[in-house]
């Protein structure tokens, strides 16, 4: 069987640096793909057309201009620069009978000589993935029934290792969250690392630490995504990995977070390594 997210986000070349995708309507979130999803459309694109192995993505930023539904889309790359050891490049992913769509720039990049240290720390003392909560199990009989997305029903699981259920009840503090996620299917490469694109998905994830520190709202809302930056910053072969959530600012109807993911090895029980982080502007919108 093909692996869920590697064949989602499979291109093809259609020539003059254009490719074509579609989307299935299992990304859905209420009621249009994850951007993430989106974005690592792009990406793969971006990564066919500059054919150079030797160059890993290193960072990307995606401003969600228009709506992308699910289906057929057109996907259009531009190179801005190849270089030997660094290329710059941009695509638009749209649907194909829309003139805007979500423009992704990123770039790849080979190692060079330098630094290396990490100076930023997961929360410690969370517990493993099987001691916590699944986003799947139900909820308990006095909250609220809510219908189960595909997204989180059949292509990601979550974890809550930091933070409050939305039935919870508790005294609001810091816009702090954290979870444990993972691919139903992690789309393992040949060289037994997590395909770096879908990293992006899960760190497409912030308004949760929003949630946290506001509590329960009488009136329901959702956050668009704004714009997405990720850095990519090391290899994964954790099935499970370890996002940390924060927001950071919320004023005028929009909200800034950022999102840490950690690989903590086979068994979750690795010193954490970390993988990503990204940033996020988002709105809010009220039911």
Same mark, same amino acid.
């Given at each position: 069987?093909?692996?869920?997210?590697?064949?989602?986000?499979?291109?093809?070349?259609?020539?003059?640096?254009?490719?074509?995708?579609?989307?299935?309507?299992?990304?859905?979130?209420?009621?249009?793909?994850?951007?993430?999803?989106?974005?690592?459309?792009?990406?793969?694109?971006?990564?066919?057309?500059?054919?150079?192995?030797?160059?890993?993505?290193?960072?990307?930023?995606?401003?969600?201009?228009?709506?992308?539904?699910?289906?057929?889309?057109?996907?259009?790359?531009?190179?801005?620069?190849?270089?030997?050891?660094?290329?710059?490049?941009? @695509?638009?992913?749209?649907?194909?009978?829309?003139?805007?769509?979500?423009?992704?720039?990123?770039?790849?990049?080979?190692?060079?000589?330098?630094?290396?240290?990490?100076?930023?720390?997961?929360?410690?003392?969370?517990?493993?993935?099987?001691?916590?909560?699944?986003?799947?199990?139900?909820?308990?009989?006095?909250?609220?029934?809510?219908?189960?997305?595909?997204?989180?029903?059949?292509?990601?699981?979550?974890?809550?290792?930091?933070?409050? =259920?939305?039935?919870?009840?508790?005294?609001?503090?810091? =816009?702090?969250?954290?979870?444990?996620?993972?691919?139903?299917?992690?789309?393992?490469?040949?060289?037994?690392?997590?395909?770096?694109?879908?990293?992006?998905?899960?760190?497409?994830?912030?308004?949760? =630490?929003?949630?946290?520190?506001?509590?329960?709202?009488?009136?329901?809302?959702? @956050?668009?995504?704004?714009?997405?930056?990720?850095?990519?910053?090391?290899?994964?072969?954790?099935?499970?990995?370890?996002?940390?959530?924060?927001?950071?600012?919320?004023?005028?109807?929009?909200?800034?977070?950022?999102? =840490?993911?950690?690989?903590?090895?086979?068994?979750?029980?690795?010193?954490?390594?970390?993988?990503?982080?990204?940033?996020?502007?988002?709105?809010?919108?009220?039911?």
């Amino acid at each position: 069987m093909p692996n869920p997210f590697l064949e989602g986000t499979r291109v093809q070349p259609s020539g003059s640096g254009r490719y074509a995708a579609e989307i299935d309507p299992r990304w859905n979130l209420r009621p249009l793909p994850q951007g993430g999803i989106v974005t690592a459309l792009a990406l793969r694109a971006m990564a066919a057309e500059l054919g150079d192995a030797n160059q890993r993505l290193r960072t990307l930023h995606t401003a969600f201009i228009a709506q992308v539904a699910a289906g057929p889309v057109v996907i259009d790359v531009e190179v801005l620069r190849r270089g030997k050891s660094m290329s710059h490049l941009r @695509a638009e992913v749209r649907n194909v009978d829309s003139g805007r769509g979500h423009v992704t720039t990123a770039v790849f990049g080979g190692e060079r000589p330098g630094f290396a240290f990490t100076d930023l720390r997961p929360p410690i003392g969370l517990p493993l993935p099987s001691a916590c909560r699944s986003f799947r199990d139900p909820p308990p009989p006095h909250a609220r029934a809510f219908e189960p997305m595909p997204f989180w029903d059949r292509l990601v699981e979550g974890r809550a290792a930091l933070g409050h =259920a939305p039935w919870d009840d508790w005294v609001p503090e810091r =816009a702090e969250r954290a979870y444990w996620y993972r691919f139903d299917e992690p789309p393992f490469l040949e060289d037994g690392t997590i395909d770096p694109l879908s990293l992006v998905v899960l760190a497409d994830t912030m308004p949760g =630490a929003v949630s946290e520190k506001i509590g329960q709202r009488e009136r329901e809302w959702f @956050a668009p995504s704004i714009d997405l930056t990720v850095h990519l910053l090391g290899e994964c072969r954790s099935p499970w990995v370890l996002a940390h959530n924060c927001a950071r600012h919320a004023g005028d109807g929009y909200a800034s977070a950022d999102m =840490a993911l950690w690989a903590c090895g086979p068994e979750c029980t690795d010193e954490p390594r970390l993988v990503a982080y990204a940033t996020q502007l988002f709105l809010f919108r009220f039911l």
